[in-house]
């Protein structure tokens, strides 16, 4: 009965490949994140979808393109990776439209490695 | 810049302690705050948040913050920490009004001594 699941749970790659990281939530939220804890636990936001539909893009690079096949799945495509992409990705997800007031539930991370 | 301060990157104590776990922060105005619990291999949990009202404010597992706007703080205790508390806790700030985006700090690892 996991709230926010994610797969895989480590992923060790090479640089230059295409990676995927999975997330699902059963808690019948609308909105889903992305976030990036890098080496130094520091956490920062990346992306954010209400109902497939994006409404919060970071600086991110372009490489990383987030798909939402529906409101319950956010998934994080990852091409051409770098060295500087390893870290812990976080999903979370909320009821509401990213506002204030509405608590984030987190999955366990993905700790993305590459070499 | 915005950003969250966690001074202390480690505490230990022994189980049965006090526990305070520090927070300040950096924002142009009064921000909403927040404190998260990872547990090892879990993701991040709410323990509390503060949005207005009483400065002291009561969160989950018996934990509690208090902020001081003069202080810019947001300070976290425990009366008496449990060896199931060894975490890490990142404090985490937010804007009041727009987007829903957390400016987190970079986490205290605590380690509780049986």
């Known amino acids: 009965d996991t709230a926010v699941s994610q797969t895989p749970k480590y992923l060790v790659t090479q640089m230059g490949n295409d990676k995927s990281i999975k997330c699902e939530q059963n808690l019948g939220h609308d909105t889903m994140y992305w976030y990036k804890q890098d080496s130094k636990k520091f956490l920062k936001i990346m992306f954010s979808y209400n109902n497939k539909e994006l409404i919060i893009n970071e600086t991110v690079p372009n490489r990383f393109s987030p798909k939402s096949p529906d409101k319950a799945h956010l998934n994080l495509h990852i091409n051409s990776l770098e060295l500087g992409d390893s870290a812990v990705y976080f999903c979370a997800s909320s009821q509401g439209l990213a506002t204030i007031t509405d608590t984030q539930y987190f999955g366990p991370g993905t700790r993305l490695t590459v070499l | ?114």
């Open chain 2, 1 to 114: 810049a915005q950003s969250v301060t966690q001074p202390d990157i480690h505490i230990t104590v022994s189980e049965g302690a006090s526990l305070e776990l520090r927070c300040n922060y950096s924002y142009g105005a009064t921000p909403y705050l927040f404190w998260y619990v990872q547990s090892p291999g879990q993701g991040l949990q709410l323990l509390l948040k503060y949005f207005s009202g009483d400065t002291l404010v009561q969160g989950i597992k018996g934990f509690e913050a208090e902020f001081k706007r003069s202080q810019s703080s947001f300070n976290l205790r425990k009366p008496s920490v449990h060896w199931s508390d060894a975490a890490e806790y990142f404090c985490a700030v937010a804007p009041t009004s727009g987007t829903y985006k957390y400016i987190f700090g970079t986490g205290t690892r605590l380690k509780v001594l049986a």
